[in-house]
């Protein structure tokens, strides 16, 4: 990439990104060895266990994901504030600092994985939380490495001009970091310790990540479509206050299970009904914006995305979370394949798509702000190939899991009763099978979307950034 016509933040920014692509490769791998592992469970035994591939399936994802989105907001930061950014070599420390830890983090989880759980493994091999195993030290470094990335983004909105989205933004960081530390102290109490878990696994991930999505995509529309920033801003204060509003309390559909009062229940269930409200404004958004603009973008591969971002955020997190999250209906899907159905869908369009619509974006300016239409040297065949494997490939592995746990909640929960029987039945039920290797055969079809995504953002317009440079061909 020419790096030379980048500014400090974007040359940041491409570092994020480039280890958001490595780590989103390490979680297709590990995703597929787990798939295999479901269905012969001897596979790797030894070697790589299950519970290991699992956890480092999971933690890519998450920590791909935050590069991702910490690679999007320095992108736009300088050209969001119009100034230099502050405190620049802060950032680029806290970005080495979180890539060694990350790098430190795996190795462990790869290879110190069994013995006693006590004090010291839970300070430096595992926490034992369910999807934010990594040891306490890892914990104090993200939460550091995201105070910088608050500084950053403050000071600079500070210097510079503030906006309706830099309003948001610099609000959402620090609930970014400050949640966190929710599930950074030890209780014994089961109950108390979920509880604190929840406000992690929900609040960070699902609340204030949506936002953070809300204002990336209200940038990525004004770039992509040039939509005037009166209309992104409006939809995005109803986006903040709904999620905000509904998200908190429908935090509470979490609790059913755990030991909380009753309450939980008609609290949690109410309010999780109204999490897909600010989701169909995003899809509102972005059909609305490419009417009125008819299409007219100068970045087709990541409007595609954006447009599969509002959509995916809408069936995945929103149609998908609320189909099991009544109480009445999750006491029969919580802990079956029907999650992971939700999880994958969920995950896949509220968040990679975004991301992967910044890394076009990235990858548009890097090769000198050309246009990415159909007049590249290979008309976009690999962007469209991408675009279409990895959403097939999300959407049958989502459907298919979703089978799967259809028949764990009728036989292992209604029929049997949630008894040893009844879960041991339900594993080797000919359904529950039959969507497992569904489910590899679809993620078979994920992974090379996979290898054409990465191959078309190292390719992508640079045939034609080379023609321009010779000045065979004008943009």
């Not at 430190?104 to 939380?129: A, I, K």
């Not at 204060?237 to 909380?260: K, P």
Request: aromatic share 16%.
């Amino acid at each position: 990439m020419n790096s030379i016509s980048l500014n400090g933040g974007q040359k940041l920014a491409i570092k994020y990104f480039s280890v958001a692509v490595a780590l989103f490769v390490a979680q297709i791998l590990f995703g597929l060895l787990s798939g295999i592992q479901y269905l012969a469970p001897g596979f790797l035994h030894g070697v790589l266990d299950f519970n290991i591939t699992r956890t480092v399936h999971i933690n890519a994802m998450v920590v791909w994901l935050l590069y991702g989105f910490i690679g999007s907001v320095y992108w736009l930061l300088e050209e969001e504030s119009q100034t230099e950014i502050s405190g620049l070599w802060l950032g680029n420390a806290a970005f080495w600092v979180l890539t060694s830890a990350v790098a430190v983090v795996v190795v462990v989880f790869l290879l110190v994985q069994t013995g006693p759980g006590d004090d010291f493994t839970r300070w430096f091999v595992n926490e034992g939380r369910e999807y934010i195993e990594a040891p306490r030290w890892a914990d104090i470094g993200i939460v550091v490495c995201l105070s910088i990335f608050l500084y950053n983004v403050a000071a600079t909105f500070n210097k510079g001009r503030w906006s309706g989205i830099a309003g948001v933004l610099t609000l959402d960081l620090v609930a970014l970091a400050g949640i966190y530390l929710a599930g950074m102290f030890y209780t014994t109490n089961i109950s108390v310790d979920q509880y604190w878990w929840w406000w992690v696994i929900h609040l960070w991930v699902e609340a204030t990540w949506e936002v953070l999505v809300g204002c990336i995509m209200a940038w990525g529309l004004m770039k992509t479509l040039k939509v005037d920033r009166k209309i992104v801003t409006t939809w995005l204060y109803i986006e903040v206050a709904l999620m905000f509003g509904s998200g908190i309390l429908g935090l509470g559909h979490h609790y059913f299970w755990i030991g909380t009062p009753e309450y939980w229940l008609s609290i949690g269930g109410f309010f999780s009904a109204l999490e897909p409200v600010p989701l169909v404004a995003m899809v509102v958004h972005a059909v609305y914006d490419s009417g009125v603009r008819h299409m007219k973008s100068s970045n087709n591969p990541a409007f595609a995305w954006l447009i599969a971002h509002a959509f995916g955020n809408f069936f995945g997190a929103g149609v998908w979370g609320f189909m099991h999250t009544l109480p009445q209906i999750n006491l029969y899907t919580h802990g079956t394949q029907w999650s992971a159905s939700h999880g994958h869908l969920a995950f896949f369009g509220a968040y990679a798509t975004i991301v992967i619509a910044m890394f076009y974006i990235a990858a548009q300016y890097a090769r000198g702000k050309q246009q990415l239409g159909d007049d590249l040297p290979d008309r976009g065949w690999k962007w469209k190939w991408a675009l279409g494997l990895l959403n097939l490939g999300v959407v049958g592995m989502t459907v298919a899991l979703l089978i799967s746990g259809y028949e764990q909640s009728f036989i292992e929960r209604a029929q049997e009763g949630s008894t040893w029987y009844g879960y041991f039945a339900a594993q080797v039920h000919p359904w529950f099978i039959q969507g497992m290797e569904w489910r590899m055969v679809f993620g078979s079809v994920t992974a090379i979307g996979i290898v054409l995504l990465v191959w078309d953002l190292f390719t992508i317009g640079k045939q034609k950034a080379i023609k321009v440079k010779a000045g065979i061909v004008q943009t």
